[in-house]
């Protein structure tokens, strides 16, 4: 391979070599020729002073007197120039490429030349390098105690600590640890900073990769950096790899890609060549772990697989607290509360909420952060910025008033567990002309009635829309609500085989399915008509509310719905 690589490097400096010398060498010509204009020519030629001239099709024909001077004139692009300079005893040549198309030959060929050249001395000289490494005798100062992730997760990576620490003593009882470690989860869940953790507690170097930096466009090139990678980790003795993004490389193989199944190939090589004792550990991440090849996963390889999910309330207050350090949150601030209100945030989007808040803050040259910082800093996460130039008629303002307390009123009643945080009729940034965010409870089954009344929900402010205006005059506002019940229906025919009549688990015969997620949607939609017109005065009295003051909080949302009755 490498012998190939010499071979292309030596034909790249000659072609470049070639290229500058014919670049040099027409420009001088080019430099020594006099310019003419075509009657100064026929002059020459009259008084027997031109002893020939070269023909071609472009603007100048270039000629030479009897001293051997040379001279360009207008072509006159006369079809019996030929004949009457043969005539006058003229020499007369044809031109098939120009000057200025050799110059331009000659510099595209150095340019090109230039570019292969520094191309394959990077992958003859550096196959794996700085480039690719994070670092390559450095140990992490990240502990366990700093990584607030899934405790399950925490607790599988602490028995690897011992085994870097001292393989010798699992090597006694014939114990084989595993060679890699996969992690997989939703992004922004902490995988790269647990393996970073894994090494700093164990005190060994950390050598951190992407997948992508493997892949390049010379077929074994890849390869050459999988091997170089691994052989500067037993260089280091014991080590901890980690390879994030590993999808990149590690899909199931289909030859398509020659260069990423040599990559992978290698891989596989390299991690079945362990021995027990070198006391390294290869970890991986991804998001896609159902995309990756088969042969990566058996046993031997990626033998421990680690799921990092969302983390849970308890694990979200524990990131809220180490990404509150070093800022000046306002004491009347509750993390426990905050942690509440963020189900589904992952640890990276907790931190990016903090640090907007933390923005918002300093923009008002705040003393310090507060509830309200964070408040802002979460809507506008969620639902982006306002923007108070969003309506241009008073009837749509009307119109999406009626919308989202129509979301909140069935919220409300249906789904009492839960909080409605807030309601706002002020167009967003995102695009959304309102919206009416609720917070869920954390649960991890649902019942049949409940994702009903999830449906009916999202297609309460279509049904308002309806009960006010008429079915013709319905608005496109519901196009995103529309698309989440949808999605809900055929999850609740096709994943969990609820059907709407109760009669059997699943539909094999997709037609069927259609019309069961179908029944769904209509159910549900006829359910929110019915909650809206059963409780026709509250949900006047929040549209009212609405349009006063743009945008209602959870206690006024309750102040206004709570002496209604609860739906049965």
């Not at 005190?203 to 890849?222: K, Q, R, S």
């Not at 639902?383 to 119109?399: K, N, Y």
């Not at 409605?420 to 049949?448: C, D, L, N, T, W």
Request: glycine share 8%; proline share 3%.
């Amino acid at each position: 391979m490498r012998a190939r690589y010499e071979k292309v490097f030596r034909l790249c400096v000659l072609a470049l070599m070639l290229g500058m010398i014919l670049f040099v060498v027409l420009q001088n010509q080019s430099q020594a020729v006099e310019e003419i204009d075509y009657q100064t020519f026929l002059q020459r030629v009259k008084a027997g002073q031109v002893s020939q001239v070269q023909l071609g099709e472009g603007a100048k024909l270039t000629a030479k007197d009897k001293a051997g001077n040379r001279f360009r004139f207008d072509n006159p692009r006369i079809e019996t120039l030929k004949h009457s300079l043969l005539l006058q005893g003229i020499t007369v040549t044809e031109q098939v490429i120009g000057p200025g198309s050799l110059a331009l030959l000659a510099f595209l060929l150095t340019v090109g030349g230039l570019a292969v050249w520094g191309k394959v001395r990077q992958g003859v000289r550096a196959p794996v390098g700085k480039s690719v490494m994070e670092s390559e005798k450095t140990v992490p100062t990240t502990r366990f105690e700093q990584v607030a992730a899934n405790e399950e997760a925490m607790e599988s990576l602490r028995d690897l600590v011992s085994f870097i620490r001292s393989p010798e003593k699992y090597s006694r009882y014939g114990a084989r640890i595993p060679r890699g470690v996969l992690l997989y989860g939703p992004p922004g869940t902490g995988k790269t900073l647990m393996a970073r953790a894994l090494a700093g507690e164990a005190g060994v170097p950390f050598f951190a990769v992407n997948g992508a930096d493997f892949v390049e466009m010379y077929v074994g090139v890849g390869a050459s950096r999988v091997r170089t990678l691994f052989a500067k980790a037993r260089k280091a003795g014991s080590a901890v790899i980690f390879i994030d993004e590993i999808d990149a490389i590690g899909k199931k193989r289909d030859n398509t890609s020659d260069e990423r199944e040599q990559t992978l190939n290698a891989l596989l090589s390299e991690m079945s060549g362990f021995r027990e004792q070198e006391g390294i550990i290869v970890m991986a991440a991804t998001n896609r772990i159902d995309t990756l090849d088969e042969a990566l996963l058996r046993a031997g390889r990626f033998d421990r697989q680690i799921e990092v999910p969302l983390p849970g309330y308890e694990e979200r207050v524990k990131i809220l607290q180490v990404h509150a350090q070093g800022k000046p949150i306002d004491e009347g601030v509750s993390l426990p509360a905050l942690a509440a209100q963020t189900a589904l945030f992952s640890g990276a989007r907790l931190e990016s909420m903090l640090n907007e808040a933390a923005i918002i803050a300093a923009k008002r040259n705040a003393q310090s952060i507060t509830r309200e910082d964070i408040d802002h800093a979460y809507d506008v996460m969620l639902c982006g910025m306002d923007r108070r130039s969003g309506f241009g008629l008073e009837r749509e303002r009307e119109l999406t008033a009626a919308h989202e307390a129509g979301h909140a009123l069935t919220t409300f009643f249906l789904l009492p567990d839960s909080h409605i945080r807030k309601v706002s009729i002020v167009p967003s940034s995102k695009g959304a002309a309102g919206y009416s965010m609720a917070i869920q409870p954390e649960k991890m089954f649902h019942s049949k009635q409940e994702l009903l009344h999830h449906i009916a929900v999202a297609l309460a402010g279509r049904a308002a829309e309806e009960i006010l205006y008429g079915s013709d005059m319905v608005s496109t506002g519901a196009a995103n609500d529309l698309e989440k019940a949808a999605a809900l229906s055929r999850r609740m025919v096709c994943e969990w085989g609820m059907l709407p009549d109760g009669d059997g688990l699943y539909l094999f015969n997709q037609a069927k399915r259609d019309e069961a997620a179908q029944q769904w949607l209509q159910l549900g939609y006829e359910l929110a008509k019915k909650v809206l017109l059963g409780y026709r005065a509250a949900w006047n009295r929040l549209t009212l509310l609405l349009l006063a003051r743009d945008a209602v909080s959870e206690e006024e949302v309750k102040a206004c719905l709570a002496q209604e009755a609860r739906y049965s």
